[in-house]
């Protein structure tokens, strides 16, 4: 079974610029997660999608950031405009359902630096 | 505010030994949970405690979980080189499922 996965591992770009990290989920799950972690802080959510739907969006920071999970397969992050403060290293993580006793599967995750 | 709470911060023993890392939290929670994270990998999970359960192994590893005095200990045993990494306690609260509060971790390093 693959697991989750993100891409681009490793993104740079200039302020003012937009990015888009992508989160496959592993297949068949519906509860999908972003989290992030800024320099030197604690891993932070972001928000929850319930197969197309957020579910729990109360983490976003600003609206320079929107989610979506069309379908309710995959989910893209998109930051735009980037500011030097979004940088960090951007998680994902999928589950098939809340609370199972396996936890949450989480992807290596995006680095985005802004210079 | 900071759910999970982690000491030590770091934390550096000799293959064999055990690492005890300590996690407060603030709320009440449905779970507990605790992960690992390589350098430069993603988290990976450990084990899950949840909130009726005091106890719980699984290999090497052992959590225990006191809700009266909202605290959670992790012990690895008979540690490994590559047992090296940061480890986070994340806590699954009361009407949230699935949005974790992670401490800031303990970053364990085991020399050979």
């Known amino acids: 079974e693959a697991g989750v996965t993100q891409f681009p591992s490793h993104s740079v770009i200039e302020k003012g610029q937009t990015v888009t990290l992508r989160c496959d989920p592993i297949s068949g799950h519906d509860n999908l997660y972003w989290y992030r972690r800024v320099m030197g802080k604690e891993i932070k959510f972001l928000l929850h999608?319930?197969?197309?739907?957020?579910?729990?969006e109360s983490g976003m920071p600003n609206n320079r950031f929107l989610a979506e999970r069309t379908g309710g397969t995959y989910s893209t992050l998109k930051v735009q405009p980037a500011e030097l403060e979004d940088s960090g290293v951007y998680f994902c993580?999928?589950?098939?359902?809340?609370?199972?006793?396996?936890?949450?599967?989480f992807g290596s995750g995006t680095r985005l630096t802004v210079v | 505010s900071q759910q999970g709470e982690e000491d030590p911060q770091a934390l550096s023993i000799q293959e064999g030994e055990n690492a005890t890392m300590n996690c407060s939290y603030k709320?009440?929670?449905?779970?507990l949970q605790w992960y690992r994270q390589n350098s430069g990998r993603g988290l990976v999970h450990l084990i899950l405690i949840r909130s009726n359960e005091r106890e719980k192994h699984s290999g090497r590893l052992r959590v225990t979980l006191d809700t009266s005095k909202k605290s959670s200990s992790l012990l690895i045993t008979a540690s490994r080189a590559a047992d090296t990494a940061s480890y986070f306690c994340a806590t699954d609260e009361g009407d949230s499922w699935g949005k974790l509060q992670f401490g800031a971790g303990t970053q364990v390093v085991v020399t050979p």
């Open positions: 999608f319930v197969k197309e739907s957020k579910q729990d």
């Open positions: 993580a999928s589950s098939q359902d809340q609370g199972a006793e396996d936890g949450y599967t």
């Open positions: 709320t009440s929670i449905n779970n």
